[in-house]
């Protein structure tokens, strides 16, 4: 009883009031017109960059803290790409690109900031943040290379998806903390307003996403990349950390980063190179969902 008691808190206390935000997009999106894509836009060019250089510019993170994070992120994309796609034999090429883009790219930003931020507090944030940032431009990388992969050239996604805004903002954001190079301080508070805009608004958009979001019974192999991104991936953060004796908050902050479901963003790079876009839907609705049960746990053994 008690450690039921201690799950249902961490629910409410953490993953519940993210779920209610953007079940109020959901509900939203479901009574009136909007437009997600324009949203979209505002959090993909202002939002989003601005929250990434903002954490990554006051961050204080030593470099073996650094190396060990971006290690265990790249490691995690990679093998839980690779699961995906041998999870996928004897699916198409369009399904079996959308399983292995729906086990790999996680949703660290909608949903891995805000719960990051309740459950481990302001400390971590720098910390998820710099794993939102790798997951990023994983996506915007080997994402559209494999959403790419049988309908359209491959260097020409590449080309587009290099232009994504978040990727910049990191470097610049990491650079100007390295080199302790100091931002005038109406930059600064300019991009302090439009950061802080980032998490509800994902939120938000995330809700409206998901309130367009199909099932069917053909879609139902979204399992496979379900039981990966939720469950091999958290597993998989574990097993690094063990091997490279992270402890402490780092080590919450990459496994609770692991545990995300499929990112929204996964969505996108979908509809736009026609990578089962209907599966790849699913997925997202079905593993965020799944998400409340499976995070909270993980918050439990962790917290």
């Not at 980063?257 to 996108?268: N, Y």
């Amino acid at each position: 009883m008690a450690i039921l008691a201690n799950l249902v808190q961490v629910f409410a206390s953490t993953v519940l009031p993210v779920f209610l935000v953007a079940g109020a997009g959901y509900i939203l999106a479901r009574s009136i017109h909007l437009d997600g894509r324009t949203l979209g836009r505002v959090i993909f060019f202002l939002a989003s960059p601005s929250l990434v250089f903002r954490s990554l510019y006051t961050l204080e993170i030593s470099t073996a803290v650094l190396q060990q994070e971006l290690i265990i992120a790249f490691s995690i994309f990679a093998i839980t790409a690779v699961a995906g796609w041998l999870a996928a034999a004897g699916q198409s090429p369009q399904r079996r690109a959308a399983l292995t883009l729906t086990s790999s790219i996680s949703n660290n930003g909608n949903m891995g900031l805000p719960i990051t931020l309740f459950a481990l507090g302001e400390g971590a944030l720098g910390l998820a943040t710099v794993y939102y940032a790798v997951s990023a431009f994983m996506t915007n990388t080997f994402g559209v290379f494999v959403a790419s992969s049988g309908s359209a050239p491959p260097i020409k996604a590449l080309q587009q998806s290099l232009r994504a805004p978040v990727l910049y903002a990191a470097l610049f954001g990491l650079l100007l903390n390295r080199f302790a190079v100091p931002v005038p301080d109406s930059v600064f508070r300019a991009v302090d307003l439009m950061a802080d805009a980032a998490i509800p608004c994902m939120l938000v958009l995330l809700g409206i996403q998901l309130s367009v979001t199909p099932i069917n019974r053909d879609q139902l192999v979204v399992w496979r990349s379900m039981a990966i991104r939720l469950v091999l991936s958290p597993l998989l953060a574990l097993l690094l950390c063990l091997l490279l004796g992270v402890t402490g908050l780092e080590r919450q902050v990459f496994i609770l980063q692991a545990a995300m479901p499929t990112a929204v963003v996964t969505t996108v790079l979908a509809t736009e190179f026609a990578a089962a876009p209907r599966l790849v839907a699913a997925a997202v609705l079905l593993s965020t969902l799944a998400s409340m049960a499976t995070i909270s746990i993980v918050l439990v053994l962790l917290v």
